[in-house]
């Protein structure tokens, strides 16, 4: 019999000496998570398909379950007097909540929108970090990747999985038919080399020369440099691209373009790269923006955009190397 979600934390936060309040903003994520994916799946019989109408700080125009996500994580996490404070995608700053709470929550509520109204895979990822002492402010989220005392993130695809680390390995639970997540795999491994790369291929022609370098080369398959042929995904949902990875090793790439010199890239640090960054190195892979470890970037601001290159960790530090010379 597999170990329910509150079984394994309890033993998990035992067995590693970690505050019961860690393992209790993991519950309301997860039971937050729970009603979200209750209503991805009702889709348009729940009428919550199609635009809400409004846009968010990104400038992006949000859809129905982008707010409803948002609004379900804010009001759980709210009630939570573990959680200080939290920041969403979707709120221009940052949402005070509990005074006395030990922690702060990081999410992106439902990542890879456009893919809702077709029924492709989408997620909700988070982070978590102690707060510091003192009054709440911006600067008391704006800590490095490598500071997370948690992580993880709710894939609504065929399965609901809930995925996450406490910085001592990565487990995979599934939503079984009781709405209960149940402990379905532990201490998944990404395996250092990989024959298979996922990045969106109509920017290429925007790319930096080592990106432009390194794709020609996995293209060119056996027949190139890398001596053997690779394939190709992409999802578009960063979620189902990293549980992919997790699953059976590859590397994902959204390098910096030229479409917006300005931009480093176009996901974010602090709710998309850090938190997947984190179960991609506590599952044995690598993460950074091609230049530096993503856990060691020192964050600027809430919403900031990063390059990503993250998965097996040969083909992230061949990437590491191509950016060097
Ligand atoms: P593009 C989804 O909007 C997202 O933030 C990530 O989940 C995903 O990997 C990426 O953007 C997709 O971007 O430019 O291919 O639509």
């Not at 709120?91 to 456009?114: I, K």
């Not at 599934?174 to 402990?183: P, R």
């Not at 020192?298 to 990503?308: K, Y």
Request: proline share 4%; glycine share 8%; aromatic share 6%.
């Amino acid at each position: 019999m597999s170990a329910t979600l509150p079984d394994f934390i309890a033993q998990h936060l035992s067995q590693n000496g970690l505050p019961a309040e860690l393992g209790s903003v993991i519950h309301t994520l997860a039971r937050a998570c729970t009603d979200i994916s209750r209503q991805v799946r009702a889709g348009a019989l729940g009428g919550v398909l199609g635009s809400a109408g409004s846009g968010n700080v990104q400038g992006e125009e949000q859809k129905k379950l982008d707010v409803l996500a948002n609004r379900l994580l804010i009001n759980a996490l709210a009630q939570n007097t573990a959680v200080a404070g939290l920041a969403s995608e979707e709120e221009d700053s940052f949402v005070a909540t509990n005074e006395q709470g030990r922690y702060l929550v990081l999410f992106d509520p439902l990542d890879g929108s456009s893919n809702i109204d077709v029924n492709i895979s989408i997620g909700t990822i988070f982070s978590v970090l102690e707060k510091p002492a003192g009054a709440l402010n911006t600067e008391s989220f704006l800590q490095p990747g490598r500071a997370q005392a948690a992580s993880g993130y709710v894939l609504y695809g065929p399965q609901t999985l809930l995925v996450f680390t406490l910085g001592h390995g990565v487990y995979v639970f599934t939503l079984d038919a009781a709405q209960e997540f149940v402990l379905t795999q532990a201490l998944p491994q990404i395996a250092a080399d990989s024959a298979e790369f996922a990045i969106n291929m109509s920017n290429q022609r925007h790319w930096e020369a080592p990106v432009q370098q390194y794709i020609v080369e996995l293209l060119a398959g056996s027949t190139g440099s890398r001596g053997k042929d690779y394939n190709m995904r992409w999802v578009a949902s960063m979620v189902a691209e990293v549980h992919r990875i997790l699953m059976r090793g590859g590397v994902f790439l959204y390098p910096k373009d030229a479409r917006d010199p300005n931009k480093p890239g176009k996901l974010r640090l602090m709710y998309e790269a850090n938190p997947l960054s984190l179960i991609v190195e506590q599952a044995g892979g690598a993460a950074c923006d091609a230049h530096t470890r993503m856990l060691d970037i020192r964050p600027i601001g809430l919403h900031q955009r990063v390059a990503v290159v993250l998965g097996s960790r040969n083909e992230v530090d061949y990437v590491h190397r191509l950016h060097q010379t």
